[in-house]
Each structure stands twice: as C-alpha cells, then as structure tokens.
C-alpha cells in the first residue's frame, strides 16, 4: 500500500528566510504533484514531477523529484507571508495507470510570519 | 477552458438525512472523475472515481455511494448521513494520466 508522509507537519518561518519541506513516498510512482491550499478554500495545482532529477520552479517555491530515494523536496526562498497556506504533496496510486488515483501527504501547514 | 463546479457549497444536515452533493466539468470529454474528502486538520482521502459513465470505483467502505450518469457529471449521495460523515469533498478531474484539478469544494456538518 502506498503511503506518502510530509515533514513537518507545521512549519513557521520569518519573512525573508529559506526553508525545505520534504516529502516521502513508499513504493514506485511515476509521477509526484504539489498542491496549495489556502484556509477553507479547494486545492491549487503548483508542480507536476514526471521524471527522476526533474527540478521545476515558480516564483519563490522550487519543487525537485528524486525518484530513487523516492522523495521530493519543496524549496521555499525569501519567504513572504503570502505564501502562508498548507502545502500538499501527492503521488499516483498505480503507476501507468490512467485513473490518476492520487494519494497525498499529510500537509504542511506554512505560516510566514513579518 | 476546462471547469468544474460543485454544489452545495456549504450545507448543515441533521443525522439520519440524506445527501446530493453534484459536481460538472466542462470544456473537456471522457475525464476521470473523483471524489475526496477531507476531514478537519486532515489530509485528502480518496472516496470515489471514475473512467465513464456508469463506471464507479469505490476506495473505502462507507455509508456514501456515487454516480456518474452523464459523461462529466459525478454525483455523491448518502442515504443515511453519520456524524463522521462530516468534513470537506472536493470534486476533481483529470484528463487520464494528467494533472488532477479540484472543484471548489463543499462544506458538509452533520449535526
């Protein structure tokens, strides 16, 4: 059974300041995904990691796929409050498959604080 | 452009009662079609999905059912709803083996 676990669960960090989540995954997957959500509000797609060593970026967040150790990272950079929200990382169920069954992570609840 | 909408946005039912929530997308043919929940402080799970009409997938056993009676029309329903039924469902599509998007949700209180 795949499971998927984010670290940390919560993470407050000061404006301007650099900071990693980490996200771990337990069987093959031939694709990872980061979603933002916003309080009370529905899932933002951010990344879509579709190969071993891709790297994409997006302003200040910067989202890398190591698909031997089985973990991505999320790379935030001179963070600024706006980035406050709860960051979902998320892996295909059964890899090659076409129903996308996506299972997430736990989330990261990022608080930026001034 | 691809949408997806879902309603009720948010609704309060008293145990015992039924449940509808409706989720359409537009703009796109034969999606995959989901649908998660999410559960106060807590991470998605995977309720229901399906590659076609009629062609529903269940994740979990429950006391919720779905249906796909149109191409791009994914309902959720519940006989009987259950305290623990309570929480957040996120409609969601995909086009297959592509990026997942999420409908705006529904808040659901049992009380």
């Known amino acids: 059974e795949l499971k998927v676990e984010q670290n940390p669960l919560f993470l407050s960090m000061q404006e301007g300041k650099n900071y990693t989540i980490y996200c771990n995954y337990s069987?093959?997957?031939?694709?990872l995904y980061w979603y933002r959500q916003d309080p009370g509000k529905s899932l933002e797609s951010l990344f879509v990691l579709l190969s071993n060593g891709a790297v994409k970026q997006e302003g200040r967040l910067m989202a890398s796929l190591d698909t031997k150790a089985r973990l991505s990272t999320l790379h935030i950079t001179a963070a600024v409050h706006d980035l406050s929200a709860t960051y979902f990382c998320a892996v295909v169920g059964r890899p090659g498959g076409a129903t996308n069954k996506l299972i997430f992570g736990t989330g990261t609840l990022l608080a930026v604080q001034p | 452009s691809q949408t997806i909408h879902q309603w009720p946005a948010t609704l309060v039912q008293p145990v015992g009662s039924p449940l509808s929530l409706e989720c359409t997308v537009e703009?796109?043919?034969?999606?995959?079609l989901y649908w998660y929940r999410q559960a106060a402080g807590r991470g998605l799970q995977l309720l229901f999905y399906?590659?076609?009409?009629?062609?529903i997938s269940s994740e979990v056993p429950q006391n919720l059912s779905a249906s796909r009676p149109q191409d791009r029309q994914f309902i959720l329903s519940s006989k009987k709803l259950l305290l623990s039924d309570s929480g957040f469902y996120l409609c969601?599509?995909?086009?297959?083996?592509?990026?997942?998007?999420f409908g705006e949700g529904s808040w659901l209180t049992v009380v």
């Open positions: 399906s590659v076609g009409i009629g062609q």
């Open positions: 969601a599509w995909s086009a297959a083996g592509n990026t997942i998007y």
């Open positions: 069987t093959t997957s031939d694709r």
């Open positions: 703009g796109t043919s034969n999606p995959n």
